[in-house]
Nanobody, 124 residues
Framework: QVHLVESGGGLVQAGGSLRLSCAAS????????MGWFRQAPGKDREFVAS????????HYADSVKGRFAIAGDNAKNTLYLQMNSLKPEDTAVYYC?????????????????WGQGTQVTVSS
């Protein structure tokens, strides 16, 4: 069983930056594929970024490629999402997710464990 707790959300102006963190407890962190998803009001949850279990590697949604960076710290059992050049359309609740898997995972249905989410609001 893995417990995930996100932090780092908040209110930022367009063009600004935020770094989200996801602290994981339980399991072996390096064996998990980890992902960030987001859900805006009235919209479906969408994939943002993933970092692969065991072999690493990263994958990003086209909408955030070049602006966001996902990284994991095995020593701290913590996943990060550095978000730069934020846009109002990035406003959403951001969730981190985990599943024991080799490589990245991009579908929400692939993930077994979810955090409670953290709100990111980007003002124009």
């Amino acid at each position: 069983q893995v417990h995930l707790v996100e932090s780092g959300g908040g209110l930022v102006q367009a063009g600004g930056s935020l770094r989200l963190s996801c602290a994981a407890s339980g399991g072996t962190f390096s064996s998990y594929a980890m992902g960030w998803f987001r859900q805006a009001p009235g919209k479906d949850r969408e994939f943002v970024a993933s970092i692969g279990g065991y072999i690493g590697g990263t994958h990003y949604a086209d909408s955030v490629k070049g602006r966001f960076a996902i990284a994991g710290d095995n020593a701290k059992n913590t996943l990060y999402l550095q978000m730069n050049s934020l846009k109002p359309e990035d406003t959403a609740v951001y969730y981190c997710a985990a599943v024991v898997a080799v490589g990245v995972r991009v579908r929400a249905t692939d993930y077994a464990y979810w955090g409670q989410g953290t709100q990111v609001t980007v003002s124009s």
